[in-house]
């Protein structure tokens, strides 16, 4: 049995004033349908409710305060959001709702359809805007863009970057997400919501208070524990922690498997001729200790084929006696020495060449994909309902709603219904 996120559990994470009837619509629409799309385990709820906390201003907004401004002007033409070209009153009509803050025609219709299709029987939403602000729909909306966009396979892994660069469209009010993922984790789990430090002391981290990677992988982990969830199960794995320490990315494995391909090549060549060397070196020390009789002159490949012959050849063999002592340890210590000399040669070869070279890849890798990731990050901003959100969100810790044409944050007064 799992440990379900409470009124009273928000109440006490929250950073303000809560609007109790909004945040009750979040909660009746995670009750009701929660389980069928993964939300009803802590792990995944927590987040999930951290960004809709940091987006709604702990539930105070469930509409767009309405100016209206220049920008807002400019929705009513927005054809990418699905409204007329025309002027004719569909930016305010298709204002943000919800604390989702669900914009425009064209994705009113898009959550109309995606209740249908869940086989729900939603009402006119297009011709009835106001009717996303009811129950269940309010609490569905965030519910259908946060499984939209796939966030439980983030939340899953405790990536908050991901889950607030997919939700936002970029990392608009990051740290302010990350602060009520925190607060709202240690409520659940039993701690104040500033006790950061005690929790770090109970999880064996070092008690800085300073909520970063690890601490926040701690908290992961012990949320999973909540949801009944093993961090070996393969549905859902830890938060990695960062940790300074060189490795090479999994982006560079082609093109250091070719280089490492031409160096076994060379390696195998090299090293195969010293193995081979010491194998004919240990097979000589070998028959010369166990055959007494063996001369220096005597082939041990090719041993004799009679008695007789082998006495022919010892009256041949230069000396005409057993090996010594001297000679046997020559050969023991030249297969030493010449194994020695082709591990030192192999892994001069790599340190000079191969190793610099593919950590220097590394690093070349590294950079171009911290720039795609950055220019997806971008690309995903061209959604326009996205832009919408950003720009709508950007006061939204200090509880208003930002002006772009006047460049000012109107602040609202918060509504309390308890």
């Known amino acids: 049995m799992t440990v379900q996120v409470t009124a009273a559990h928000l109440r006490a994470a929250a950073k303000g004033a809560v609007n109790a009837q909004n945040m009750n619509s979040v909660l009746v629409a995670l009750d009701r349908y929660g389980a069928r799309y993964g939300l009803d385990r802590p792990h995944r709820s927590v987040q999930f ?11 105070r907004f469930d509409r767009e305060i309405w100016g209206s401004t220049d920008a807002q002007k400019r929705y009513d033409t927005r054809t990418d959001l699905g409204n007329t070209p025309q ?28 209740c249908v299709a869940q086989g729900l029987t939603p009402p006119n939403f297009v ?25 439980n396979r983030w939340a899953d892994q405790g990536d908050i970057e991901t889950i607030t660069k997919k939700w936002n469209g970029g990392m608009n009010g990051f740290a302010d997400r990350v602060d009520r993922f925190v607060r709202l984790s240690l409520v659940v789990l039993g701690y104040a ?20 990677p690890k601490t926040r992988a701690a908290l992961h982990k012990s949320l999973l524990g909540l949801s009944g969830a093993s961090t070996k199960m393969a ?14 990315p999994v982006a560079v494995e082609q093109t250091v498997k070719k280089k490492f391909n ?17 194998a004919f070196a240990g097979s000589r020390l070998a028959r010369a200790v166990g055959n007494p009789r ?63 070279d593919a950590r220097r890849e590394g690093r070349d890798l590294e950079a171009a994909q911290a720039m795609a990731a950055t220019n997806k990050a971008i690309g995903e901003l061209s959604n326009a309902a996205d832009q919408a959100r950003v720009r709508r969100r950007l006061c939204s810790e200090r509880g208003g709603m930002y002006d772009f044409a006047k460049g000012e944050c109107h602040e609202a007064k918060p509504v309390d219904n308890d």
């Open 49 to 59: 409710l951290a960004q809709l906390s940091h987006e709604s201003g702990d539930f």
């Open 87 to 114: 002027v004719d009153g569909d930016g305010k009509l298709y204002m943000g709702r919800t604390a989702g803050q669900l914009t425009g025609k064209g994705n009113y219709q898009a959550f109309y359809d995606w």
């Open 127 to 151: 011709a009835k805007p106001d009717l996303v602000n009811t129950d269940p729909w309010e609490g569905l909306v965030p519910i259908w863009y946060w499984q939209s966009r796939n966030l």
């Open 193 to 212: 919501p500033n006790a950061v430090a005690q929790f770090q002391q109970t999880a064996g981290l070092d008690a800085d208070g300073d909520p970063g």
């Open 235 to 248: 549905a859902f794995a830890a938060a990695p922690v960062v940790d300074e320490k060189e490795v090479v």
């Open 262 to 278: 031409l160096f076994g090549w060379i390696g195998s060549a090299v090293s195969g001729g010293g193995l081979s060397l010491a």
């Open 294 to 356: 063996l001369h220096c002159g005597a082939d041990p490949w090719r041993p004799s084929a009679s008695p007789e012959a082998h006495r022919s050849h010892q009256g041949h063999s230069p000396g005409g006696g057993r090996m010594s002592v001297g000679d046997v340890l020559k050969i023991g210590l030249g297969a030493v020495v010449g194994g020695l000399l082709v591990l030192i040669v192999y892994s001069t070869l790599n340190a000079i060449w191969w190793l610099p």
